[in-house]
């Protein structure tokens, strides 16, 4: 700022001023300096004249009063500050020589004989100090005008960090500045030479004087929803709250995100139940989040758990799909989830490569819920000559088909995961038509599809289609090999890698002939054929387009696990006992009744299994 002292008696102004200050604050004890260094005390700092710099709290013995020719008037030989230390320190810059040019914020205006100071942020955390000259008057004719800079290290080499020239009080100087713990900052002082606006600096770089270097601090605390078991609430939906990730300090991690451990936690708790949906659309500050939802706080989280997912996850995204047709600005998640009324639901929002920043959380629903994903093998979703549905794979469980592909790019980003399947058996040879598309709708996938043959546990993969760079999302069957009558298959869609977190998938699937499979129930065991093969003792055919089973969770329907030996029309009987542990004691699969162990093992939790179901009527 330039001050033309041809107008104003600028010296005597800013005196006035600063007595003014000083008579409003409470008598202090103290001394007086003079600009030789001369030390007077004093019984009220008031007392101190426009030529002085007053210390308060100070005595003359030993002398605080500063000195011309300071030994750290060269950055080399800062003036180390006592460590961390936050207070009132007083330089002066008489006798100074110039250990750099005029700083970058004085403009045309000259700040050339300078002093420095070396300070250091022994805070365990990141800490806001605010470094300023407030209360260095007018002495020696230097107007109070000073400049502040810090330097990372002692110039040429240090980066300039931070300037200013006029944003304290009057005309002395001002800087806010976040250290990051053990950071160290080089400190320059200096006058500022004001000149007529309409003439030359006759006396450019001779301003010099006593002054107060103040340092205060503010230490920045991580957010207050740092932890989950802090979580911030989300009001109501819909319904949007803004966050912020910057200084978050969590370990946690989710598998649809790369080094996103710094996170924030939100509560949402329906009040219905059914599907909600949940997006960081429209933050700016952090533009490429990851979003997961959980069942309660995840204790599982403790440590980095990548890249398996905790029982409690329910759902986790990445990006969405590109909203405009680019790239540009979808780096931002979305997710669905089904929630059940009064239950206290845990939202993380993090960054991806751990960027943090400001951001906004929105919530909508509830909506009908979504339908369950088939996302095992046992749990493989039946196609039945044709198949045109859409799915929503964000809530599958991760698991990795056997294979995944064995590309460079699937093993690159460790294989797949949210798998969803579909099984099938073709009546007649021949080609699988349709499409399965991962790229519509709102979440973006880099997807794989798989066509495996064989049974649960002991599957062989015949063919992949993988994605290039970019992914290509939406897969031809017909690029799949043949399939042969009477064979059973299975096709899956998964994401490459682990962080998308799911698709809303488009599937249409024409199976050859149509299909002819259904639940085929041997002994205490079932499984997908047709009727021809499905044959011999203790065996029965359910149906064409029937499905097995789930044992624990379905034992009724279509097979009755505990009719053992399958004779038609006839109720369980003491005879189904006997035929069962006939069976399990020769070792015969038929007996595997929880179809645990892969490949298929007896057990004796099998015996028990079967006892269970026998005495609870199938």
């Known amino acids: 700022m330039r001050v033309m002292r041809g107008v104003y008696n600028w010296p005597a102004f800013v005196a006035a001023i600063f007595a003014a200050y000083i008579n409003s604050s409470t008598a202090q004890v103290g001394v007086c300096c003079t600009t030789t260094g001369t030390c007077r005390t004093v019984s009220t700092v008031q007392l101190c004249n426009a030529q002085e710099l007053s210390i308060a709290s100070a005595v003359c013995g030993p002398n605080p009063c500063p000195v011309p020719n300071p030994s750290y008037n060269q ?57 300023s000259t407030d209360g260095t008057p007018d002495i020696n004719g230097n107007g109070g005008d000073t400049t502040l800079s810090l330097f990372s290290a002692c ?36 006058f500022n030479t004001n000149c007529p606006p309409s003439a030359p600096c006759v006396n450019a770089g001779t301003a010099t004087g006593l002054f107060r270097l103040n340092i205060t601090d503010q230490p920045l605390l ?17 319904g949007t709250v803004l966050g912020n990730s910057d200084l978050s300090t969590g370990a946690d991690i989710t598998p649809c995100g790369n080094t996103d451990e710094l996170d924030v936690w939100f509560t949402f708790t329906p009040l219905v139940s059914g599907q909600y949906t949940f997006d960081t659309l429209g933050s700016i500050g952090n533009d490429d989040t990851t979003l997961a939802i959980f069942q309660g706080c995840p204790d599982e989280l403790t440590a980095i758990v990548q890249p398996l997912w905790p029982a409690t996850l329910l759902a986790c995204n990445d990006d969405i799909v590109a909203l405009n047709g680019s790239d540009d600005d979808n780096y931002l998640s979305f997710l669905r989830a089904n929630l059940a009324a009064g239950v206290a639901y845990k939202l993380r929002v993090s960054g991806f490569g751990n960027l943090t920043g400001e951001f906004r959380l929105n919530a909508a629903g509830p909506m009908a819920a979504l339908e369950a994903v088939p996302d095992t093998c046992q749990t493989a979703l039946t196609v039945t000559g044709a ?79 993988n994605p290039t760079i970019p992914p290509v999302a939406t897969f031809d069957l017909a690029q799949l090999p043949m399939v042969v009558a009477g064979t059973p298959y299975y ?93 399990y004691f020769s070792g015969s699969l038929a007996a595997n009744i929880n179809g645990s162990n892969v490949p298929p093992v007896l057990s004796v939790q099998d015996l028990f299994d079967f006892l269970a179901a026998y005495f609870a009527g199938c």
Not at 171 to 188: D, E, K
């Open 75 to 131: 950055c080399v030989s800062a003036r180390v500050l006592t460590s961390g230390a936050v207070g009132s320190y007083v330089g002066t810059t008489i006798g100074s020589t110039s250990d750099l040019g005029s700083s970058i914020c004085v403009g045309s205006e000259d700040d050339t004989l300078d002093v420095w100071f070396r300070f250091t942020n022994t805070r365990a955390t990141s800490t806001t100090f605010t470094f």
């Open 155 to 190: 110039p040429p080499g240090g980066a300039a960090l931070a300037c200013d020239d006029n944003g304290g009080q009057l005309l002395n100087s001002r800087i806010t500045y976040t250290m990051a713990p053990a950071q160290v900052v080089l400190i320059r002082g200096a």
């Open 222 to 238: 991580p957010p207050s929803n740092d932890a989950c078991a802090h979580a911030q609430p989300i009001p109501s939906s819909p």
């Open 387 to 465: 198949l045109s549905k859409s799915l929503y794979s964000g809530g599958a469980r991760p698991d990795a088909p056997p294979g995944s592909c064995n590309t460079v790019q699937a093993l690159a980003d460790d294989a797949a995961d949210n798998a969803v399947w579909f099984t099938f058996i073709p009546a007649t040879s021949g080609t699988l038509t349709g499409q399965i598309s991962a790229e519509m709708g709102m979440v973006r996938s880099d997807s794989l599809l798989m066509l495996l043959s064989g049974a649960c546990g002991s599957l062989t993969q015949l063919a992949c289609l």
């Open 491 to 583: 096709l899956v869609i998964a994401d490459v890698g682990r962080f998308d977190g799911g698709a809303d998938l488009d599937i249409s699937i024409n199976v050859p002939g149509g299909v002819l499979a259904g639940a085929c129930c041997f002994g205490s065991t079932c499984s997908l054929t047709t009727a021809p093969a499905c044959t011999g003792p203790n065996t029965i055919f359910i149906g064409p387009g029937t499905s097995c089973n789930i044992f624990g969770l379905n034992n009724t329907t279509p097979c009755c696990l505990a009719d053992f030996n399958k004779n038609p029309g006839a109720p369980l009987s003491v005879q189904d006992l006997f035929d069962f542990l006939a069976a």
